[in-house]
């Protein structure tokens, strides 16, 4: 197995991968104790044979960790339009490559996405489809591994190389189905998310809409948003963990007491000892000082929450059912083309909704508004559930 430790080998294998139409990638990294996720091997494979006939070796991993790697002309291949880069639930490894080099590999295909549009359900594991399309096994002995650790053992480099070399049998069965499919256009529309560089990025300022509460009182909110936007400001300048900041239940906890004083803090159930005093403790109070000055026509408004959406309970039941009959239909898993929230905003009568847009509403956003609008109506016909015009 070879392990490459050097710039110049590294851009002898990209020259010789920048040959062939696709290359399969994949990345080992920690972030238990990082803001970032700290790099820590990369396994890269194009078309070939493995072994001592395999020539110069068609997968190899790139030890990053090593000083003085380079690892331009692996970002140089990442931009060749003409080589597809094959990942397996890629977000994670693209926000490594858009935080480290501002770059997100192109073209992009991602087998996890694929296997869902190919009736492989939600979210379907690499071992899944190992097992399914490659036929083999994965030795699961080197999962929880400390990757940053060296030298790494035999078993740990096997068990990363068989993220890439089982990958390549997986993509080229996958791509042969969308292709007779016609639904290459699908998995296209998919990648679009995991293009646009904003998915990898956590504004502070909109930081707040991530964190789940139970209040929509304006003064809580404004609160929430500048002590969320403090956490993350923080987390990110000095690259640790949010969680190591303070985590979510003590953050909603601040929002709700507003505290003022040093001596307030110290009254907090949640707050970890070392963020009661020093930077932290000044961050906190200086953001509840700015929350409090906020003027009301400058506070924060949640969204509705589905709780007060005022959901037709029999349409939605009536478009679970349909959602159902197409997901059978057409062999998709039915939360890939609509969730619980899709189904019940489109009761509700919204229409600002992910089901609608894209290949979504070929397979199912039409019928479901002709369905709310009451222009069809959903009939048995042996078997199946169709829709009839009213």
Known sequence: ?????????????????????????????LRERTYYSKLCLVQIAHPGED????????????????????????????????VIKVFHAARQDLEIFQVEAGLIPAPLFDTQV??????????????????????AEIDKSSRFTDWSRRPLSEAQKAYALADVTHLRVIYEWLAGQLQKSGRARWVAEEMAVLNDPATYRVDPETAWMRVKTRSNAPKFLAALRELAKFREAYAQERDVPRSRVFKDDALVELASTRPASEKDLGRSRLLLREARKGEIAEGILAAVDRAAKTPPEK???????????????????LLRVLLKARSEAEGVAPKLIASSAD???????????????????????????????????????GAQVVTVEL
């Open 299 to 317: 506070m924060p408004k949640s969204e509705k929450p589905r709780d007060q959406l005022q959901v037709n309970p029999a349409l939605a039941d």
């Open 1 to 29: 197995m070879q392990t490459i430790t050097t710039t110049e080998d590294l851009a002898a294998f990209c020259e010789r991968a920048a040959k062939y139409p696709y290359v399969t990638v994949d990345t080992e990294f």
């Open 51 to 82: 072994g001592p006939d395999g020539g110069e070796g068609s997968a190899v991993l790139v030890d990053p960790m090593v000083e003085g790697l380079s690892l331009a002309p692996l970002y140089e291949l990442f931009r060749d339009p003409g």
């Open 343 to 381: 189904l019940d905003m489109l009761a509700a009568g919204e229409r600002d909704v992910h089901a609608l847009y894209g290949w979504r509403r070929e397979v199912f956003g039409e019928e479901a508004l002709a369905l709310c609008e009451g222009r069809v109506g959903l009939a048995a016909k």
């Open 114 to 135: 694929a296997a869902m549009v190919c009736g492989f359900g939600e979210q379907a594991g690499y071992e899944t489809l190992v097992r399914k399309i490659a036929k």
